[in-house]
């Protein structure tokens, strides 16, 4: 699908964003999904994957539709994210290129579910939200899925973990066999591939449709567009190394990762101690101080936000500079997703690990899978030196 193919106000919409060119997965994949095939795809962090389903769902779903303005008054879009922060993110990019008049609706738990339910009366073009609460919705007889035409799910590899692996399936289950299937991550490895291919077989929903299955080529991002350090540290010197760090470089716009809530709040909580300015982010977070966080460290207001792997999967933060991993989960896949935080959208940016002697055994297993080269640093009289050169 060409982008003169697009309606006007699409191609408007592109303009206003600078748009011009589409990227490599949005060029293989955007036709695809127009024609109605179930695409299930995997492109590096950064590509632009969000736009490839969403541009040719809503071209097809909305301005193709014999009567938009009616078709705009029925649910026929729903996108299962893992985090709330995705699905906000994704609601943002519905709200800018759908129809004026097309209403959309976030469903999350940790909001009252009678305003969600109040939120379905106003009769959304799409609703977002996490597996279980769109479930409960649809149990409810809420969410009318006869209505629906297409279900994507953002981050599908995260959707079918075993934390969440049994309220997607059930999801997918409730679905009609008619409804048109999306699936995309930067990691989306054979399994889910296959488990996905199983699920829409045993529905139904692959009976008549093809399913296309798109893994396009690495373009290299996390070696050619982000630069990786390495700092060696005891684990209780953490903190004060990342302390260290931070003064040192004076990031733009840091996204430090900790791998629990637990660790996130103690760092967050020492880094205000020694004054500075930052947030903490994780699944326990309330709701208000999650969404403060986040548009404080958006807007450049707050330079280091503090999280857990919540904010690993999607999420489109412009100008990161800095991704500080505190320590490393033995899932590689954890590994991709949080240094592609930075150097998106072909900008550069720096991935840190810092580590102890346990982190730094599995980053040199990362550095030989990912064919990486690590750059081992230092700290010394208050700069950021290699660690050769102490």
């Not at 997607?168 to 291919?197: D, G, K, N």
């Not at 982000?226 to 684990?235: D, S």
């Not at 733009?252 to 930052?278: G, M, P, R």
């Not at 982190?359 to 990362?366: C, E, N, P, V, Y």
Request: net charge negative; charged share 25%.
């Amino acid at each position: 699908m060409e982008r003169s193919s697009f309606d006007i106000r699409i191609a408007e919409k592109l303009n206003e964003k600078a748009i011009t060119v589409p990227t490599p997965v949005q060029k293989d994949v955007i036709p695809l999904i127009y024609e109605g095939v179930n695409c299930l795809f995997e492109s590096e962090t950064g590509t632009g994957k969000t736009l490839a389903y969403l541009l040719p769902l809503i071209q097809r779903l909305c301005f193709d539709a014999d009567d938009t303005d009616e078709t705009l008054r029925q649910t026929k879009l729903l996108i299962a994210a893992p985090t709330k922060e995705l699905a906000s993110q994704i609601k943002a990019e519905l709200n800018y290129f759908i129809p004026e008049g097309g209403k959309t609706l976030l469903c999350f738990g940790g909001s009252p579910l009678k305003r969600q339910i109040e939120g379905l009366k106003e009769k959304p073009f799409a609703v977002i939200g996490s597996p279980n609460r769109l479930l409960e919705l649809i149990r409810l007889k809420k969410i009318k899925t006869a209505q629906v035409e297409a279900v994507v799910f953002d981050e599908a590899d995260r959707l079918l973990s075993k934390e969440m692996s049994d309220e997607s399936t059930v999801l997918l289950e409730s679905l009609p066999a008619h409804v048109q299937f999306c699936a995309c991550s930067a990691t989306l490895p054979l399994h889910i591939q296959s488990r996905l291919t199983e699920l829409l077989e045993e529905t139904g929903i692959a009976e008549g449709k093809r399913t296309q299955i798109r893994i396009l080529p690495k373009e290299n991002i996390l070696t050619e567009q982000i630069t990786h350090w390495a700092f060696y540290t005891e684990n209780r010197d953490k903190n004060d190394t990342l302390r260290r760090f931070l003064a040192a470089e004076n990031p733009e716009k840091a996204l430090i990762f900790c791998i629990n809530a637990e660790q996130t709040e103690h760092t967050a909580e020492y880094l205000s101690f020694k004054h500075v300015d930052c947030f903490a982010l994780h699944a326990r977070t309330d709701k208000i101080k999650r969404k403060q966080a986040l548009d404080k460290f958006k807007s450049g207001s707050c330079k280091v936000l503090v999280t857990s792997d919540l904010a690993a999967r999607g999420l489109d933060i412009k100008g990161i500079t800095h991704v500080i991993q505190m320590g490393l989960s033995e899932n590689p896949d954890f590994f991709v997703h949080r240094a592609g935080r930075t150097g998106r959208s072909g900008n550069t940016g720096i991935n840190v690990v810092i580590g102890d002697e346990s982190d730094l055994h599995l980053l040199a297993q990362f550095e030989k899978k990912f064919g990486l080269i690590i750059y081992p640093k230092d700290l010394y009289e208050g700069k950021v030196v290699s660690a050769d050169d102490c």
